[in-house]
């Protein structure tokens, strides 16, 4: 029996409860959220967050719900059959993208780009307008608690821990603000807490006697209105909690001489690898924690070296330059303050700059051995790569290896239509570019999620659901249809018990909107190829028999679906591929297309590059040996840029140099 692939055994940030254990009873208001999806780390100029790290595992959220009653609970909820979708509404429900989102083109020397013009989005949406609370929202008081109560408890034998005395709370800038967190519970024990939403530098700290308390010494840019989340968990069923909410009004002293001056810093930008001749950018971000624009010293500049400032944002500048020789390249950044010199902020960066032969790769290339065989091979493309200092051989590497690209991040609805009527099309755009330059197929990932939605979309209300959600497909599509094929129209409905999984689209249109997701996106992209994609499926259990079970359903209801793809997030010890085999051949006997979409192999400790070179070669057997299996993608190619990068899971390392697993890939694809 396979173990949960998914999952990590060492876990960064654990994923909460499985939902569809819980019964979600929302005491608040409808239309109000506790759930904040995290950053996504790929939005680099427009999200402010220019630090150069690779993607931090997050938690999957849970949905704020404004149901009483189980979410799913079966995939046997009915699907009506041929459904006939009403017109769009003439004008839209939700704004259309107006004029003032299309990217414009990207400045010399700013991006990596060489084979065609980069564009750029043509403004900014700051991050706190995308989630503005006002004079009113906090004098309505803490929003009232949020209990999750799982389906064993009885409230009337069991009450929920809570928390005495909570109230919003306001503080000058520059002054520590305290507040004690105090659980009980009426059937007695100490209740647990953990915090949600932490203001960036404050601290959530244990008192040890039961209590916690929230520190914070908000500065300047903190002005404003926040919103600070505190879950007490019961002390006999860790899943029975409550969740409750305040707020936090940060206002400026009337002598802003109270506020202390902090020192500015640079941001942190990770080693890279880059290719002699290649021209490298390094988007170099200062910052004060009082708010102010340090001055930036590039103590060292390279030869040839320009500095553009960034058109968006006054805090990044964009340094562009040309190694001529193998070098190991430091650059020494110093942040002055603004207001006071002597406070400054050091960091340093280096480039490693290796000759062409450097990455040269033995053997033919693995698309050219694909396309022999008529199968499509392919990576996930990091998002805004053209302005990683390594864009250029990323690039390169990548359209010599791949014939299909997917979207990893740049086409998720929060990044992608932060704000009603705001789209930030550049990043795809680009990449639609590349790809064309390329001569590669573009799979577009991902149309409906329950995750990495913006705040706009997880308040409206439940009956503009169904309409939010096919506006969006059908801008998306309209825009990128006729160079996208290949669409993940919905992206992991199921609960790992097989159950559909709650969600913001679920609560609005049942288990139908799966099926109104993919006939929406037929209608606006006729020709393309639309498949569910999920994780978790392709060995026996539950959710694979959920998935085989909504996948029939979807077929009988006469679902424009064309295939099923298998993200295969897997570990180096998996040894279930005969069920992942199985599970292929199911889907084929469905007459469905099967597409492994997500593919990575993580090296855990005491796992082998070895062992994930041999479930490489098994995982491509799989699919060679399935005359249904259309496509074999990996999510990223080197391990320098994925999800799980502190697990090396691809099949080139972070210098762009050949591990085992590209070699084993090699010979297979060689082989009949
Ligand atoms: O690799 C993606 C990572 O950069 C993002 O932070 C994260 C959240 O948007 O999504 C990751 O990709 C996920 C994909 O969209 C859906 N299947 C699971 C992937 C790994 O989490």
């Known amino acids: 029996m396979a173990m949960n692939a998914y999952r990590l055994p060492r876990v960064i940030v654990p994923r909460p409860a499985v939902l569809s254990a819980i019964i979600m009873i929302t005491v608040a208001a409808v239309g109000c ?27 999957d959220q849970e949905v704020p719900s404004n149901d009483t009653q189980l979410p799913g609970g079966s995939t046997d909820t009915l699907i009506p059959a041929n459904l006939v979708l009403s017109p769009l509404p003439s004008p839209p429900l939700t704004p259309a993208p107006a004029e003032d989102s299309e990217p414009v083109r990207a400045e010399r020397n700013t991006t990596t780009a060489e084979a065609y013009f980069a564009v750029r989005d ?17 004098e309505a008081g803490p929003l009232p608690a949020v209990i999750s ?20 709370v306001e503080v000058f800038a520059g002054q520590q603000l305290s507040v004690l967190f105090d659980p009980e519970d009426a059937d007695g024990g100490l209740p647990g807490m953990f915090p949600g939403n932490l203001p960036i530098g404050a601290s959530f700290d244990d008192n040890r006697n039961g209590t916690k308390s929230l520190t914070w010494r ?21 899943l029975y909690r409550s969740t409750h909410t305040i707020r936090i009004k940060v206002s400026l002293p009337s002598d802003l001489s109270t506020i202390v001056n902090l020192p500015p810093s ?52 964009i340094l562009h330059f040309v190694p001529d020789a193998p070098q190991i390249i430091t650059l020494d950044l110093q942040a002055v303050d603004s207001v006071d010199p002597s406070l400054t902020g050091e960091q340093s960066v280096t480039i490693e700059v290796l000759p062409s032969s450097d990455f040269i790769r033995p053997g033919a290339r693995l698309r050219q051995l694909a396309s022999a065989r008529d199968l499509l091979f392919g990576y996930a493309v990091l998002q805004s790569y053209y302005e990683r200092p390594d864009g250029a051989i990323y690039t390169q590497i990548a359209g010599e290896e791949f014939n299909i690209v997917s979207t990893e991040n740049s086409l998720k609805f929060d990044f992608l239509n ?50 939010i959600m096919r506006e969006f497909i059908d801008r998306v599509l309209g825009r990128y249809a006729a160079d996208v094929p290949l669409w993940d129209v919905v992206n992991e409905s199921l609960e ?77 010890d ?77 099949f080139l390392d972070d210098r762009y140099q050949v591990k085992p697993a590209y070699l084993s890939l090699q010979k297979r694809l060689g082989e009949n």
């Open 149 to 168: 109560t799982p389906a064993d408890v009885d409230p009337a034998t069991n009450t929920p821990p809570f928390f005495v005395d909570l109230d919003n």
């Open 574 to 650: 998996f040894d279930d591929v005969d069920e992942v085999i199985a599970t292929f051949q199911r889907i084929a006997d469905m007459d469905l297309d099967i597409y492994i979409t997500e593919l990575d192999i993580s090296i855990a400790d005491g796992q082998t590059e070895a062992q994930q070179a041999d479930l490489y070669e098994q995982i491509l057997s799989a699919c060679l040996d399935q005359p249904r299996c259309k496509a074999f993608q990996a999510w990223g190619y080197t391990d320098m840029y994925s999800w799980r990068s502190n697990f090396n899971p691809l």
């Open 218 to 238: 908000p500065l300047e840019p903190d002005v404003g209105i926040h919103e600070f989340t505190v879950t007490a968990v019961d002390p006999a069923v860790p």
């Open 418 to 467: 932060p704000m009603p009527g705001k789209f930030r099309w550049a990043a795809t755009d680009n990449l639609v570019q590349l790809a064309k330059a390329q001569r590669q197929t573009v799979h577009g990932h991902t149309l409906v999620w329950h995750r990495q939605l913006p705040p706009w979309v997880k308040r409206s209300a439940l009956a503009d659901r169904e309409l």
């Open 496 to 572: 790992e018990d097989g159950t559909l999984r709650n969600s913001v689209w679920f609560e609005g249109m049942g288990a139908s909107y799966i099926d109104i997701a993919f006939r929406q996106a037929r209608e606006s992209a006729p020709d393309a190829t639309l498949i569910y994609n999920d994780y978790d499926i392709a060995f026996a259990g539950p959710k694979s028999d959920g998935m085989l079970a909504l996948m029939q359903q979807l077929k009988d209801a006469g679902t424009p679906l064309d295939g099923v793809g298998f993200q295969l997030h897997l570990f180096a």
């Open 266 to 317: 640079v941001n942190n930008i990770r080693p890279h690898t880059v290719q002699v001749d290649d021209p490298v950018v390094a988007y170099i971000k200062v910052g004060d924690p009082n708010g102010t624009i340090p001055t930036l010293n590039i103590l060292n500049p390279p030869p040839g070296a320009t500095l553009t400032p960034h058109p968006h944002e006054e805090a990044i500048t």
């Open 122 to 138: 043509p403004q900014i949406i700051p991050a706190d307008i995308l989630d503005d609370l006002t004079d009113a929202d906090f």
């Open 33 to 59: 959220s506790s759930s904040s999806d995290t950053t996504d780390p790929g939005t680099i100029a427009q999200n402010i967050d220019i630090e150069d790290g690779s993607d931090e595992l997050t938690p």
